[in-house]
């Protein structure tokens, strides 16, 4: 079963593991590979959106009298790339990325932009496999820490 570890750590058994799959998978692997399945880049932009709002549903909910300017610098604050790299560093992403050997030997797996990247996709990934009450119970958490 592809990456059971990550799926136990997430309580998530995708139904289309292919999704697991593509979110895991660094352009550089397919670039280096001459394969023509597809990289994370796409559900990184779907997974963006997504954190976005999961982001401002939560923090609208959580502080009822608080002002837009505020919320929003909350939700900046969530969502950074520094912030979602430091979940899927927790999450070990980086261990189960597929990257090309350039991008490996300058050490792409620690590399925060590629791990935010890669939580952006595998939140994606979940809302594509199990859609959004799923992917609620499995980011909120991850979120709030």
């Known amino acids: 079963m592809i990456n059971a570890e990550l799926q136990t750590k997430l309580n998530v058994q995708f139904h289309n593991p292919y999704l697991l799959l593509q979110a895991l998978t660094h352009r550089s692997?397919?670039?280096?590979?001459?394969?023509?399945?597809?990289?994370?880049?796409?559900?990184?932009?779907?997974?963006?959106?997504?954190?976005?709002?999961?982001?401002?549903?939560?923090?609208?909910?959580r502080f009822t009298g608080a002002q837009e300017g505020y919320l929003t610098r909350l939700r900046s604050a969530l969502v950074r790339t520094e912030s979602l790299g430091g979940i899927a560093r927790q999450l070990g992403l980086g261990q189960n990325l597929r990257m090309g050997r350039g991008e490996e030997r300058n050490?792409?797996?620690?590399?925060?932009?590629?791990?935010?990247s890669a939580f952006?996709?595998?939140?994606?990934?979940?809302?594509?496999?199990?859609?959004?009450?799923?992917?609620?119970?499995?980011?909120?958490?991850?979120?709030?820490?």
């Open 29 to 61: 692997f397919t670039n280096e590979q001459g394969e023509k399945e597809p990289d994370n880049e796409r559900l990184e932009f779907l997974g963006d959106a997504l954190l976005n709002y999961l982001a401002a549903d939560l923090l609208y909910k």
């Open 107 to 116: 050490n792409g797996r620690e590399r925060i932009s590629n791990l935010c």
């Open 120 to 145: 952006e996709a595998l939140v994606a990934a979940v809302y594509l496999d199990q859609g959004l009450d799923t992917l609620r119970k499995v980011t909120l958490p991850l979120l709030e820490d």
